[in-house]
């Protein structure tokens, strides 16, 4: 059965540098999203994206954040210049109608 | 506003026991909505879903949710649990189309044997 992949599975990063989470949907999928989860806190939405641009966005998901399918097949998380309240559990999700299916997840820790 | 609420954070159970996890949903429109599962270091998987019909919704591992939409709940159950149901258990609703899915809280059950 198709799975989303994601990597890397965990990432340390020093404040004020770029991170790119990538993404791998399942290959007929059309809409993309982005959440994350700090740690004991409930999974919160960032993006969506579909035909190729951001359909909605969270107030979370400010200029610092940006998402690309620079290929057809990654999806791209980026983030200009991390701070520590980015540490968090980033997870991927893509859906072809309604349901979405999940990747594992990133554990992005910014110190 | 559009909003679920899972009310119970931590459900210790006995093997054999029977399962009720509360989930309340506060959103107009068509309603759309899910039950996922997070193992202990895995990712999130899909239970079930509700997006018509029949308002009792049988899933995956012997999970059910019942949709009583004069009480805007969707609720989980499984009527005898097993240690290996010992997992971290959202409930999800859609919101906006194909858009955003709206988490609960999460309830973090443990099964002891």
């Known amino acids: 059965e198709p799975e989303v992949t994601q990597t890397p599975s965990h990432q340390v990063t020093q404040m004020g540098q770029e991170v790119i989470l990538r993404c791998v949907p399942i290959?007929?999928?059309?809409?993309f999203y982005w959440y994350r989860q700090i740690l004991g806190q409930k999974v919160e939405f960032l993006v969506s994206?579909?035909?190729?641009?951001?359909?909605?966005k969270s107030e979370i998901f400010d200029d610092q954040f940006s998402v690309e399918r620079p290929d057809g097949s990654n999806f791209t998380l980026k983030i200009r210049s991390t701070k520590l309240e980015d540490s968090a559990m980033y997870f991927c999700?893509?859906?072809?109608?309604?349901?979405?299916?999940f990747g594992p997840g990133t554990r992005l820790l910014v110190l | 506003a559009q909003s679920v609420s899972q009310h119970n954070h931590h459900v210790i159970l006995s093997e054999a026991a029977s399962l009720e996890l509360g989930c309340n949903y506060s959103?107009?429109?068509?309603?759309?909505l899910f039950w996922y599962v997070q193992y202990p270091g895995q990712h999130l998987q899909l239970l079930l879903k509700?997006?018509?019909?029949?308002?009792l919704v049988k899933g995956i591992k012997g999970f059910e949710a019942e949709f009583i939409k004069s009480k805007f709940s969707f609720n989980l159950r499984k009527p005898s649990v097993q240690w290996s149901d010992t997992a971290e258990y959202f409930c999800?609703?859609?919101?906006?189309?194909?858009?955003?899915?709206?988490f609960g809280a999460g309830t973090r059950l443990a099964v002891h044997p």
């Open positions: 290959s007929n999928h059309l809409y």
């Open positions: 999700a893509s859906s072809k109608e309604g349901t979405q299916d």
């Open positions: 509700y997006f018509s019909g029949d308002p």
């Open positions: 959103y107009g429109g068509t309603v759309n």
């Open positions: 994206f579909y035909n190729n641009e951001i359909s909605e």
């Open positions: 999800a609703g859609l919101s906006g189309g194909y858009n955003k899915l709206i």
